[in-house]
Nanobody, 122 residues
């Protein structure tokens, strides 16, 4: 099982980025998949979960700006991030596990990607 993130980079405040997480060794549609992030010097923070039924949940502080979706044909999930702010600067990590959902303990996440860096700066 492997998760590989892509799509990070440097973007100006107010800009957008689309992150992708590609899976090998399992099918995304069979389990919940989540994104979390870790800013420098801060704790790991939940961002969003896409449940196996296709329903997305985004944490309140990012709701309306971040949207998670899936492409089952490509076995990838994406995180569309709009109206980015400097405080969104972090490493964004793709996580997977049947109980690995926003709000749960991160120990519930069986599989982790290496992360992709997002930097929001002018």
């Amino acid at each position: 099982v492997q998760l590989v993130e892509s799509g990070g980079g440097l973007v100006q405040p107010g800009g957008s980025l689309r992150l992708s997480c590609a899976a090998s060794g399992f099918t995304f549609s069979s389990t919940s998949v989540s994104w979390a992030r870790q800013a420098p010097g801060k704790a790991l923070e939940w961002v969003s979960t896409l449940y196996s039924d296709g329903s997305p949940v985004t944490v309140d502080s990012m709701k309306g700006r971040f949207t998670m979706s899936s492409d089952n044909a490509k076995n990838t999930v994406s995180l569309q991030m709009d109206n980015l702010k400097p405080e969104d600067t972090a490493v964004y990590i793709c996580l997977m596990g049947p109980n690995c959902v926003a709000g749960s303990h991160f120990t519930q996440c069986e599989h982790w990607g290496r992360g992709t860096q997002v930097t929001v700066s002018s």
